[in-house]
């Protein structure tokens, strides 16, 4: 594929999806510019909309990767959300646990704990579809009512704090053992668990065998058999490592962002996070700058609302759009005539003539 | 309510749970036809949750400002059928698969649900008429829990329909010959393309009907979480239905009943596991899969070239 065509065509998508959601606002009798303005300001305008970017982008990039190292094995995971709640009730679970712990060794412990919750959510839905052929689309999203019935359950019963009467909540983390911040910011340190997260995943999927066998079994699974590897193992090792990055956002939800499990948990970033692998083309290293992007786009939600009395759904409708998008950029490739080859295809013909 | 399963004893109950099997098969039995219709053209619809939904706030909104339910489920269908198109046509692009087309519906059908949904406030809209089954009976527990909607019947009399379609008209096996072989399909000078748009955007339209029936129907309210999956788990049951419309009435029965399983429960006095009953259809549902879905053969009654172009 020519460099050209794979930064060309995305981005031609997302446009489209712009002027679309555009046209969607002025069905609304609404200025399509002023909301465009009013995104880009809430998102990208000042330093302190930044960090509302960065603050929502973190457990984007981590999402992100749970459906992007999975797509590198050749499985199709939208189970994120699921495994966002799993780690994010893991870690709380482990966090309220090991309160009597020096917080740094409680908030590791809750970080690998998240992770090993996230990761077995995802790769049970990835054992399943590899070992009795059951759809991981459909399984991944029972396991997301069935993860959200389990926090139900828990916040409302054993984890639940007498105190939070309107929302349920489990008790809160000490302040001593949730995450820190950037000094000056209210950014937490979760932003380097995402960056250094899907580095590590473009070093695994580029650079190394595991990667490169994971890529054959994606590509070819009888290829992949004749040449000797375990798809199985490697499909559902996959689906691990990606659902441990959504049991990690979860637990920088609970350890940074609200202190505590409750209902924000199921906010919506495991969904997101499936946009932002497709609109980076399952690269770990273009998460970065697409979750940047959708972070600003989910942090312009609340000014929607005040400046264009629109409802926080809003954003989820340009989600989709962008998706839709996407998705039919995918008949592009190869077919626009600027990036056809400039030498001329060979006639099979040549020589009968 | 509380008296109801003592004073009528282990009948009462049967009679509860036959009524709420008969309540809450609907949906899964407008959903499982739409899409039963649609796999035997060889196509997927995973988005089938999200026109639910959408259906259900259709519906809503419409039986809210006619004041009709009727055109409610009318104007359902419609949107219903609207997403089917839309799905048909992005599946039918080069390159485009099903399950993806299905991923980038359900974000985008659902995000247009929670923002048309936002704006009905109404507590609710004017409810769809019920037929009573009922009336022999002196018992008032009875006589509601047999108070029926009249989407029950059209949804037999539908699968039967379907069953009749398939089996004796020429477009039914037209549909099969597009679902079975695509090819040869062709090559009989069936228009495949045409045929597969044609089941998915009907299939679509059933699935809104379902959808109409969560919102015209007790409690009759809006709220982004009310069609919980029962489109999803709807989609997933036509594999255990075999593809078969007579079959998908009966698991709509058996998962209206374990979704009627949970309020019994409660009505009994058994609440201490409230969101676990209630996540019992999801756990049936996957339990259903991994027992009928097998990686080595085909399935039965699958459609030879389901999920391909």
């Given at each position: 594929m020519k460099r050209g065509e794979a930064i060309l065509v995305p981005l031609g998508a997302m446009i489209a999806g712009l002027l679309v959601f555009g046209l969607f606002c002025a069905a609304l009798g609404l200025n399509p510019l002023a909301v465009y303005a009013s995104i880009y300001k809430a998102g990208f305008g000042s330093w302190y909309s930044w960090q509302n970017t960065l603050v929502r982008a973190s457990p984007l990039l981590l999402c992100g990767l749970c459906t992007a190292i999975p797509a590198r094995a050749g499985m199709i995971v939208i189970g994120n959300e699921g495994a966002v709640v799993a780690g994010g009730l893991g870690a709380a679970t482990v966090g309220l646990a090991t309160l009597s712990l020096p917080p740094v060794l409680s908030l590791t412990i809750m970080a690998l704990s998240a992770m090993v919750c996230g990761g077995i959510w995802i790769a049970f839905g990835a054992a399943l579809q590899h070992y009795?052929?059951?759809s991981a689309v459909i399984s991944g999203l029972l396991l997301n009512y069935l993860a959200v019935a389990l926090m139900n359950q828990l916040i409302e019963g054993p984890?639940?704090?007498?105190?939070?009467?309107?929302s349920p909540a489990s008790y809160p983390l000490t302040p001593d053992h949730r995450l820190a911040y950037f000094a000056g910011t209210h950014?937490?340190?979760g932003l380097i668990f995402g960056a250094v997260a899907c580095v590590l995943a473009w070093f695994l999927i580029d650079r190394t065998t595991f990667g490169f066998a994971m890529k054959i079994a994606g590509g070819n699974v009888r290829a992949a058999r004749l040449a000797g590897l375990p798809v199985g193992r490697l499909v559902v090792i996959a689906g691990f490592l990606g659902g441990a990055c959504a049991g990690l956002a979860g637990m920088i939800e609970v350890a940074?962002?609200?202190?505590r499990a409750n209902e924000?948990?199921?906010?919506g970033y495991g969904y997101s996070g499936i946009l932002v692998a497709f609109l980076a083309r399952q690269n770990p290293l273009v998460i970065v700058l697409v979750s940047l992007l959708t972070g600003g786009l989910l942090a312009s939600g609340g000014v929607l609302q005040r400046?264009?009395?629109?409802?926080?759904a809003t954003i989820a409708v340009l989600q989709g759009i962008l998706f839709l998008f996407i998705l039919l950029s995918d008949t592009l490739y190869g077919r626009l005539p600027f990036f056809r080859s400039r030498t001329p295809e060979p006639k099979p013909h040549a020589i009968a003539a | 309510m509380q008296s109801q399963p003592e004073t009528l004893g282990l009948w009462g109950i049967a009679v509860a749970l036959a009524g709420g099997a008969m309540r809450g098969s609907i949906p899964y039995m407008f959903v499982s036809l739409g899409e039963c219709l649609t796999e035997k053209s060889g196509k997927i619809n995973l988005g089938m949750e999200v026109i639910l939904l959408m259906g259900a706030v259709t519906a809503f909104g419409v039986s809210d400002v006619t004041g009709s339910p009727w055109l409610g489920v009318l104007a359902a269908a419609l949107v219903g059928m609207t997403l089917g198109a839309l799905h048909a046509w992005l599946t039918q692009q080069?390159?485009?698969?099903d399950v993806a087309a299905g991923i980038a519906m359900i974000i985008f059908g659902s995000g247009l649900a929670f923002f048309f949904g936002?704006?009905?406030?109404?507590p609710m809209a004017p409810q769809l008429p019920l037929i009573d089954l009922?009336?022999?009976?002196?018992?008032g527990a009875i006589r509601s829990a047999l108070r029926i909607s009249p989407l029950f019947f059209i949804g037999i009399a539908l699968a039967f329909a379907l069953h009749w379609i398939f089996t004796r008209t020429s477009w039914g096996l037209k549909v099969r010959a597009a679902g079975d072989d695509p090819q040869a399909a062709r090559a009989l000078g069936i228009n495949v393309n045409r045929v597969r748009f044609i089941a998915i955007t009907i299939g679509g339209a059933l699935a809104a009907i379902g959808g109409a029936h969560l919102t015209l129907y007790f409690p009759g309210i809006w709220s982004e979480g009310i069609s919980g999956g029962q489109g999803l788990m709807a989609v997933a049951l036509v594999i255990f239905a075999q593809w078969s419309p007579r079959r998908c009435l009966a698991a709509a029965l058996l998962f209206g009943g374990a979704q009627a399983l949970g309020p019994s429960l409660q009505s009994l006095?058994?609440?201490?596991y409230y969101h676990l009953f209630n996540a019992s259809p999801y756990l049936l549902t996957l339990g259903v899969m991994i027992a009928t879905c097998t990686p080595h053969r085909r399935l039965a009654g699958m459609p030879g070239a389901l999920g391909r172009k």
């Open positions: 009795r052929g059951v984890l639940r704090d007498p105190s939070s009467f309107n950014i937490h340190h940074a962002v609200h202190g924000s948990l199921n906010a400046e264009h009395d629109l409802p926080d | 080069p390159s485009v698969n936002k704006r009905f406030v109404a009922g009336s022999w009976s002196s018992a006095g058994v609440n201490g």
